[in-house]
């Protein structure tokens, strides 16, 4: 079976050629018609002015502008696979990524530029960095139109690069045909989209935010930019006065401020159809306050790079109904996704005992970019391994405890941090929350909780909050209190900094 991503945006230039189709601010910037047009001269330069060969791969160190909605269409187009990264990356991380990948060209915006240029230095195979205002980029958008390059569903189409948290980021290869079952999924399971709606994209285009391009773009839908190019709440619900049925995929983190920032200002939220949050784990007094304060206009999804946006889902619908197992949950598979639990010896466990989440389906990865090992260990006999510990109960919903190298091991017992976290954000003078496990020479490990207070608290205070709620043995034994947590690009908080405070 042959098909191309582009075939969504030429569908959608077609049956919608003045619908707006890329907006900076409160401004249209082009619409499906220009859009489709600049798509197919972009691609024709990369061939012609720039001697980009079918597969070969183009990396994008960009903040969020409009370019980057072009930029992954034409790489398409033109038969090419598109590395986008995370731009606040060291220049040295950058060069991994250059040369893991391959990268024979390079785009950029402005403030990035000197990093890749840096980068580039140890990158012998990267042979432009170009900047998306020069002239260089303008000259590229006079190429003559063309055709599509036809392309083969199992042809790779984006390397999405892990966070490298825990070592160097492996690259996520993901193919048309991935990409293709994220857009039919989005539809089926997360959300409805009309032509003239819009997604607004505050988060990392890099990242999450970059993937639900693909599903608005094939409904004529538009994709705004804040002016900002990031997130910021009060640009946010600015903007909502100029475009209508919007949708926000947000981290956890970021809607938490989304909703500090509404329950303070009151904005009017007339045209905010949708928030999509996933990234991290939203806790059900976090998930409970939102709708409170923003109505029922909430929708989560679970994912991971391998597998990307599309492990389960729970609608807006779905959380209007919710109990609290459920607003604890990460929801139901998506259509066509199955989810099983495992033991270490990937031997099937039942309803309601806890071991690693297993997936099977058309999102799963098709591998690790230049290590088979990694590829064959995670893909083991033909389930993707996602390392996250959970259980699905009854009704089919999938409970994530943690990450399996985030379970605490203490006196023989299992601890899962997020249980625990739960707990401690009950608490209204609690604002972020987040619990380790460090060794212990007696016990294996003791549990430590990293606190983030809106109010006075102390540790007394918690330590009778967790004796009331949880197993004495799950409680922390040290609080430690932070004005923040940190956390990376995509709003996950990282555990491994924390343990290097201490």
């Not at 990396?59 to 986008?84: I, Q, S």
Request: glycine share 8%; hydrophobic share 45%; proline share 4%.
């Amino acid at each position: 079976m042959s098909a191309n991503l582009v075939n969504l945006l030429e569908r959608a230039a077609r049956a919608y050629p003045r619908q707006p189709a890329v907006a900076l601010g409160g401004q249209v910037w082009c619409d499906y018609a220009t859009l489709a047009e600049r798509v197919t001269r972009l691609s024709t330069g990369f061939r012609v002015r720039l001697g980009l060969q079918s597969q070969d791969r183009v990396a994008l160190v960009m903040r969020n502008c409009p370019h980057y909605v072009e930029m992954l269409f034409a790489c398409w187009h033109a038969g090419l696979t598109a590395v986008p990264i995370n731009a606040t990356l060291h220049p040295k991380e950058l060069a991994f990524i250059f040369q893991d990948s391959c990268a024979a060209a390079c785009f950029v915006t402005a403030e990035h530029a000197a990093d890749a240029a840096q980068a580039q230095q140890s990158s012998p195979l990267l042979r432009e960095v170009i900047d998306v205002a020069s002239n260089d980029y303008a000259q590229l958008l006079g190429a003559a139109n063309d055709r599509f390059v036809e392309r083969e569903t199992a042809n790779l189409a984006w390397f999405f690069y892990t966070s490298g948290t825990t070592g160097k980021p492996k690259g996520v290869m993901l193919t048309q045909r991935n990409l293709l079952a994220l857009t039919h999924n989005y539809f089926s399971d997360v959300d409805h989209i009309a032509a003239g709606d819009s997604i607004l994209h505050a988060a990392p285009m890099s990242h999450g935010s970059g993937l639900y391009i693909l599903p608005h773009v094939a409904q004529a839908a538009c994709n705004v930019i804040p002016e900002s190019g990031g997130f910021d709440p009060t640009e946010i619900f600015g903007l909502l006065r100029a475009h209508r049925g919007v949708t926000l995929f947000a981290a956890p983190t970021m809607v938490k401020r989304l909703v500090d920032r509404a329950e303070i200002a009151a904005p009017d939220l007339g045209n905010l159809k949708t928030v999509v949050y996933g990234g991290g784990p939203m806790y059900v007094a976090d998930i409970r306050r939102a709708m409170a304060v923003m109505g029922p206009r909430f929708a989560q999804i679970y994912g991971q790079g391998e597998s990307p946006m599309t492990i389960t889902a729970m609608s807006k619908a779905l959380h209007a109904d919710a109990d609290e197992v459920m607003l604890a949950s990460v929801g139901l598979p998506f259509t066509g996704v199955e989810v099983r639990i495992a033991d270490r010896e990937d031997r099937w466990l039942h309803t309601g005992e806890i071991g690693e989440v297993l997936v099977r389906g058309d999102t799963v990865m098709a591998g690790y970019l230049n290590n088979p090992d990694a590829s064959t260990k995670t893909l083991a006999h033909g389930w993707l391994h996602t390392g996250d510990i959970g259980c699905v109960d009854a009704r089919g919903f999938l409970a994530l405890k943690d990450r399996s190298k985030d379970v605490i091991i203490s006196g023989g017992s299992n601890i899962y941090p997020r249980e625990v976290e739960e707990v401690l954000l009950t608490h209204p003078a609690v604002a972020e929350a987040s619990v380790i496990g460090v060794s212990d020479a007696e016990w294996g490990e003791r549990v430590v909780a990293f606190v983030v207070g809106r109010g006075a608290v102390g540790a007394e205070e918690l330590e009778r909050l967790c004796l009331d709620s949880i197993a004495r043995f799950k409680r922390p034994k040290r609080y430690v209190f932070v004005d923040a947590l940190p956390k990376n690009a995509a709003g996950k908080v990282l555990k491994t900094e924390l343990r290097d405070l201490l």
